[in-house]
C-alpha cells in the first residue's frame, strides 16, 4: 500500500499535486496471534523549490475497534440484503423528497417485470385509481406521526405487466435519522392476489350459505306446515306465502300470490308488477301457480328459481298425498265394509293390506295376514297358476274376471272370481299388485246343478216326441232335437245356423215372419204352417213359440212343434164329409118339399123316382 502511496505521489507531482495527502491503512499481527488496524493520515514533504521530496510526515490512528465495527457492519448489511433480496415480499426505501432509497427486485418481480423508476410518482400509474387515496393517506398519517409508527393492513390493486391488477399487502414504517428527524419510510410489499381471491370466494360461499339458510328454512317451514294435521287449504297456502319474502335475497322488496283454480291467495303487501317469477302446476287436472313478485326493479337469482320450482313441486306432492290419503280412507271404508274380498301385496307378494271379507273368507283375520306372502292362500298346485297371472299382471297391467282355486285355513279348497290390476308411477313403473275377489263357491254348486239340469232336459228334448227348436234373435237354428231331424230328414248341420224361413213353404212364409217377430216382442206366438222336408214334400207343423233370455241375456226363441199332417188330413175329409152333408139336407129339405107338395095335388105315379144309394 506504501509503494502504492508513493507511485500515486510521484504521479500527482508531475500533475502539480505537491501537496496530495494520502491515506493508508495498515495491518499488523501481533505477538499473542492478533490484528491491529492503523490508519495513516501522511504527506511528502518538498524542498524550498517545490522540486525534490525530502520526507514524509503523517498522523497514525489505531482504528482497530472502527474497523471491526465496519466489517460487521458490512457483513450485516450483506446478509440483510441477501435476506431481503431472496424473500417472497419486496421492500422500498423512501425519503421525504419522494426518491427511493432502496427497492429490491422483488417488486418488479411481482408487477411481470416492470421497471420501477427512481420516486413515488414513477408508479402512481400503476396503482388503481379507486385505491391511490387510501395508500397516500396512510404515508401522511406515518409522516404526521411524531415517534416510529407501524402502519400495517394495507391493501391496495397494482397494475400487472399483462394488463389485470393484482392485489398488494403493504406495512409501513416511518424511520429517523440520528437526529431524531423523520427521514422516510420503509415498506413491505407482498402479493395478495389469492388471498383476496380465497377472501371473495369465502366471502360469496358464505354469502351464498347465508341464502341457503334462508332457502332451507323455508322448506323446513313449509315442511311442518305440511305435516300439520287437519290443517285446510286456506291455511296451508297462506302459510306458504308467508315463509317466501324471507327466503329471497331483497326480501322487503318481495310480494306473492298462489292462485289455485278460481282462488287467489296474496301476501298482505301484494302488487303485481313486470318483475315476476312464477312456478306452475296441476294436480288432478286442477291448476296451480305460485308467482313471486319484486316490487321495483330488482334480478331473480337461479337458486330462487330452483328453489320456487322446489316449493312447487314438494306442494304438488303433499296436495297429491293428501288427496291420496283421502281416498284411500274412502277406500278402506267402503272396502272394509265391501261384500267382496280385496287386497293389496308388493311385487314379491307379501299383503300390506287386505279386508274382512277375503280374510275371513279364507278363515283369517286382517291382523294375521298382513305382512304375509299371499302363499298362504293357495296349495302348491294352484301357486302355478297364481304365479303365471302375476306375471301377466305386471306385463299387461291386469286380469279381468279369471276364476281362481284358494286354500281355506282348514285345508279346504273353494273357487274365487278374480280381477286384477297393476298399481305403478306416472312413469309406468310397477309398486303394487291389487285384486278384488269373490267366493263363488254356491255359484259354482248352481252352475254345476244348472248343467245337470240342462244336462236333463236336453235328454228330454232330443227325445221328444215334438220338434224343438232354439232360434236367436236373427230367426237362424241354434239347436234342433232329433225328432225336428227325423220328421223333417236333415241332419244337424244343415240347419244350425240357418235361416228358419227357408224351409217354411213360400204360402206361409209373410205369416210366419209376422208372428215370430210379434214373438218376439210379446213373449210368444202360435201358429200352424208348411214345413218342407228334405225329400221336397212338406208337412204341417203346428208351432208354439216362446221367448227367453240366455246367461248372456241375448234373446232366444224357444219353438216347439207337431206334426199335425195327420189331422189336418182328417180334418179335411171331415170337411168335405161336412160339405157332402150339408147338400144331404139341402136334398131332404127338397124332397120333404116336394112330397108336401104332392100331398096336397093330385096323387101321380111316383115310379120313375130313384133315390141316391148312399
Known amino acids: 500500500q506504501a509503494e502504492d502511496g508513493i507511485r500515486d505521489v510521484e504521479r500527482s507531482r508531475g500533475l502539480g499535486d505537491v501537496y496530495k495527502r494520502q491515506e493508508f491503512t495498515h495491518t499488523i499481527h501481533l505477538n499473542d496471534g ?76 411481482i408487477l411481470g417485470g416492470i421497471e420501477i423508476g427512481s420516486d ?16 397516500f393517506k396512510s404515508f401522511q398519517e406515518a409522516a404526521q406521526a411524531g415517534t416510529v409508527l407501524y402502519n400495517e ?18 406495512s409501513t414504517k416511518n424511520y429517523f435519522d440520528e437526529n431524531g ?37 323455508c322448506l323446513y317451514e313449509i315442511s311442518r306446515l305440511f305435516e300439520t294435521s287437519n290443517i285446510s287449504l286456506d291455511a296451508l ?19 306473492a300470490r298462489i292462485k289455485y283454480g278460481e282462488r287467489e291467495y296474496k301476501t298482505s303487501n301484494f302488487k303485481e308488477t313486470s318483475w315476476k317469477l312464477s312456478v306452475s302446476l296441476e294436480v288432478r ?17 337461479i337458486e330462487e328459481i330452483n328453489l320456487l320450482k322446489e316449493i312447487g313441486l314438494r306442494l304438488k306432492h303433499h296436495l297429491e298425498q293428501k288427496i291420496a290419503k283421502e281416498e284411500l280412507k274412502r277406500f278402506k271404508t267402503i272396502s272394509d265394509n265391501a261384500n267382496y274380498g280385496m287386497a293389496i301385496s308388493d311385487l314379491q307378494g307379501n299383503l300390506i293390506y287386505i279386508n274382512d271379507y277375503f280374510a ?48 281355506h285355513k282348514n285345508g279346504s279348497i273353494f273357487p274365487m272370481l278374480m280381477n286384477g290390476i297393476k298399481i305403478a308411477t306416472e312413469n309406468g313403473e310397477p309398486l303394487y299388485m291389487a285384486a278384488t275377489a269373490i267366493d263363488i263357491s254356491e255359484q259354482k254348486k248352481a252352475e254345476q246343478k244348472l248343467r245337470e239340469s240342462e244336462e236333463k232336459y236336453r235328454l228330454i228334448a232330443q227325445n221328444a216326441n215334438d220338434l224343438i227348436a232354439i232360434l236367436d234373435e236373427k230367426m237362424t237354428y241354434e239347436f234342433v232335437n232329433n225328432a225336428y231331424l227325423k220328421i223333417l230328414g236333415y241332419s244337424s248341420a244343415e240347419l244350425i245356423g240357418k235361416p228358419a224361413i227357408m224351409i217354411v213353404h213360400p204360402d206361409d212364409q209373410k205369416s210366419a215372419i209376422k208372428h215370430l217377430l210379434n214373438g218376439f216382442r210379446k213373449g210368444e206366438a202360435q201358429m200352424q204352417l208348411r214345413v218342407k222336408r228334405k225329400d221336397g214334400k212338406y208337412v204341417w207343423i203346428e208351432v208354439v213359440g216362446r221367448i227367453f233370455s240366455d246367461n248372456n241375456g241375448k234373446k232366444k226363441g224357444l219353438i216347439i212343434g207337431r206334426n199335425i199332417t195327420k189331422r189336418r188330413e182328417l180334418l179335411e175329409k171331415i170337411q168335405k164329409r161336412n160339405e157332402e152333408l150339408k147338400e144331404l ?19 101321380v105315379s111316383y115310379t120313375h123316382l130313384t133315390l141316391p144309394t148312399n
Open 285 to 301: 287436472k286442477q291448476d296451480i301457480t305460485i308467482e313471486v313478485f319484486y316490487i321495483e326493479d330488482l334480478p331473480f337469482f
Open 585 to 603: 139336407d139341402h136334398l131332404k129339405d127338397d124332397l120333404f118339399a116336394d112330397i108336401s107338395h104332392e100331398l096336397r095335388t093330385p096323387p
Open 153 to 170: 393492513g394495507i391493501e391496495f390493486r397494482a397494475l400487472h405487466r399483462d394488463g389485470h391488477y393484482i392485489w398488494l399487502g403493504a
Open 120 to 135: 413515488l410518482q414513477s408508479i402512481v400509474p400503476l396503482i388503481h385509481k379507486d385505491d391511490i387515496n387510501h395508500l
Open 34 to 109: 492478533t490484528d491491529k488496524y492503523f490508519q495513516i493520515n501522511s504527506r511528502l514533504i518538498w524542498d524550498p523549490q517545490k522540486k525534490y521530496p525530502l520526507g514524509s510526515e503523517g498522523i497514525i490512528h489505531d482504528i482497530t475497534t472502527i474497523h471491526i465495527l465496519q466489517e460487521k457492519l458490512a457483513n450485516s448489511e450483506k446478509k440483510y440484503r441477501n435476506i431481503i433480496e431472496n424473500v417472497r415480499d419486496a421492500v422500498i426505501v423512501v425519503g421525504l423528497d419522494g426518491k427511493f432509497k432502496f427497492i429490491s427486485p422483488q417488486l418488479s418481480q
Open 181 to 217: 428527524k423523520l427521514a422516510g419510510f420503509i415498506t413491505t410489499l407482498r402479493d395478495i392476489t389469492r388471498r383476496k381471491q380465497i377472501e371473495v370466494a369465502l366471502q360469496q360461499n358464505e354469502t351464498a350459505l347465508r341464502e341457503r339458510i334462508k332457502e332451507l328454512r
Open 360 to 407: 275371513k273368507v279364507h278363515g283369517y283375520t286382517p291382523d294375521e295376514l298382513i305382512g304375509k306372502n299371499l302363499a298362504i292362500f293357495h296349495n302348491e298346485e294352484q301357486m302355478e297358476h297364481v304365479l303365471e297371472l302375476n306375471r301377466k299382471l305386471l306385463e299387461v297391467g291386469c286380469y279381468n274376471a279369471t276364476e281362481v282355486w284358494h286354500k
Open 237 to 255: 297456502f297462506y302459510g306458504i306465502l308467508k315463509q317466501i319474502p324471507p327466503a329471497w335475497q331483497f326480501s322487503d322488496k318481495v310480494c
